[in-house]
Structure formats: C-alpha cells, structure tokens
C-alpha cells in the first residue's frame, strides 16, 4: 500500500518563475511557483537575499468544492520547497490567502505542516507577522536558512515591514 | 539626469505581494487549459501516481 505521508511526484517547468506541478491521487493539480520579489528588501542595500515569494495554486480541481484532506500534499510542498531552496542565499515569503475570511485557518495550518516537515532538518526557520491594511488582515511567513549570512538583519526588515508608515 | 526611484514602503510591497499571488492564481488556471507543455506534464504525473498506486496494490 501507498505511504499516507508519502510525496507525490512532481516536475519542475523551466523559466524565471520557477514552477512546478503535481497531482493528487484524485487527481487535483497544483502548481507551485516562486516569483522573483527582492524589491523590497533591495532596497536595503547591505542585505544580500533572494527573496521568492511561494504560490501554491490550484490549477484544476475536477470534483469542485472544498478540497479533501489530503496527507500527502504537505510532504509534496515541503519537498519541492527543498528542491528549490538555496540555503545561502535564497529568501522565501509566503501570504495565506483570507480574502474568505480563513486566512488565519490557513496561516495555523501552513505553520503546522511546516515544523512537522522540518523536524527532519532542523535548518529552516520560519517567522510570521499579521500586516494590517485597512480592514485586511495579511498572514506573512518568511522562511530562510539559520545559515543565511544576513539572517538577523532581513528578519529585522520583515518584522518592521508595513510599520514604516505608522 | 534621472531622478532616483524612491524605494517602495512595506505595505506598498504587501499588496505587492498579494497581486502576484492572485495573478499566479489565474496564470495556474489559465496555463492549465491552454498551454499543452502544462497539460502534458500533468498527464505524465497522473499517470504516474496511477502506476504507483497499482505497483502497492
């Protein structure tokens, strides 16, 4: 029998926003990309990252609706994360969407699978902060290496991101 | 000479981030139903996940 916690397979699609893609076992696409974004934090002119910023998209769900539980999604994400994640030098921002009002849903469950995933490694680590924007409230996570040479100072502009104007 | 670009603020880069993530959304969807490398890829995994569930059987 197939492990419950077992990856899916997946591809990588060239090009400049590196996508990849996989199925469920019944047959739900997704596609997960990481969009180039280092604008922000090139501003800061001493900070040397390659911030991404993740995507995790449904490209066709044929069932419609809610999505089914599905164990070996999370492990999948975690394994393309890996796949693509450059310890040294890359940066990586992730939102949990709440336009539906479950943002804070998905933000508990992104940090849930994300430390049971990383236990394994231990090299990652992931900070998160909730932006006020008008009547918005954004979930942000940003992952990075513990070995990344100006971890310190890009935690200290993602935590004060969106302050500047208050 | 050019004027230098002001830097963007946080939150500009927040909404920033949120418009890429709605358009890669719609890209997803999109490139699913009209570009057949995208198809193809996802019939090979498909396929595989198929064969792999029969293999454990």
Known sequence: MTNQSEPYEFEFVAGEQNVYLFTTGIDIKYEVKFVPSSDYFNAYMEVDAEVFEMVIS??????????????????????????????????????????????????????HWFYNENVKTDVMTKFDRIVVDGSNRIYLSLIMSRLHPNAGRIVEIFMRMGEEEK | METPTKPISGIEFVRHLMKVKEQAQCDAVENYRNNPEIQAAYARLSKKNKENCDESK
């Not at chain 1, 999604?73 to 479950?102: M, N």
């Open chain 1, 58 to 111: 449904i490209a066709d769900n044929l069932a419609g609706g809610r999505l089914p539980s599905d164990e070996r999604v999370a492990p999948t994400i975690f394994v393309i994360f890996e796949d693509f994640f450059l310890a040294q030098r890359h940066v990586i921002v992730f939102i949990c969407d709440s336009t539906d009002g479950r943002g804070k849903a998905r933000h508990r469950k992104f940090g």
